[in-house]
T-cell receptor
């Protein structure tokens, strides 16, 4: 049974749009969630890291966790063509925080 | 410095070859990981090393053999691979086995088995 569900897209938006990326999770035992950005043929780059419920903001990026609905979100404001990449949500699994269970990833394209 | 360095960047090997992938970090992290990523798929965990000891092996075939010579280095020894083992192999590290710190990935080794 897949533990982290993510719509793979693709998602295409115009430059300057607000982007909303979402995942759901099934295992409530682990409450650390991450968002990674992965450009084609590169390793994943950590964007945001959140714990349990609430919001976390970093520049144009906001990560949100809704523990009651088991829903995690990443919002990108004023999206730029350089934001075009695959965005992976991940939940910390057993053992340690590097043991990550990834969603399928959403491919985002921001058109100039 | 949040850099995890992997070498080589690309590797082509035959099914009878023996090769090794290398990973290095100098952030003082005590947990290191190998992930495998097939095209258009998310990374999948292979191995976890915690304080230089193997703590998780996700039922990986024995043709993949990890090694952690010291706290900064992680190797993945490859032998008698199959074409379906072709993938991007990612190394990651994190501060340690306790929660509340993030994992950093290297750029990966793109492996092609012919």
């Amino acid at each position: 049974q897949k533990e982290v569900e993510q719509d793979p897209g693709p998602l295409s938006v115009p430059e300057g749009a607000i982007v909303s990326l979402n995942c759901t999770y099934s295992n409530s035992a682990f409450q650390y969630f991450m968002w990674y950005r992965q450009y084609s043929r590169k390793g994943p780059e950590l964007l945001m890291y959140t714990y349990s419920s609430g919001n976390k903001e970093d520049g144009r990026f906001t990560a949100q966790v809704d523990k009651s609905s088991k829903y995690i979100s990443l919002f990108i404001r004023d999206s730029q063509p350089s934001d075009s990449a695959t965005y992976l949500c991940a939940q910390e699994g057993k053992g340690s925080q590097g043991n990550l269970i990834f969603g399928k990833g959403t491919k985002l394209s921001v058109k100039p | 410095d949040t850099e995890v360095t992997q070498t080589p960047k690309h590797l082509v090997m035959g099914m009878t070859n023996k090769k090794s992938l290398k990973c290095e970090q100098h952030m003082g992290h005590r947990a290191m990981y190998w992930y495998k990523q097939k095209a258009k798929k998310p990374p999948e965990l292979m191995f976890v090393y915690s304080y230089e000891k193997l703590s998780i092996n996700e039922s990986v075939p024995s043709r993949f053999s990890p090694e952690c010579p010291n706290s900064s280095l992680l190797n993945l020894h490859l032998h008698a691979l199959q074409p379906e083992d072709s993938a991007l192999y990612l190394c990651a590290s994190s501060q340690g086995p306790a929660s509340n710190t993030e994992a950093f990935f290297g750029q990966g080794t793109r492996l092609t088995v012919v």
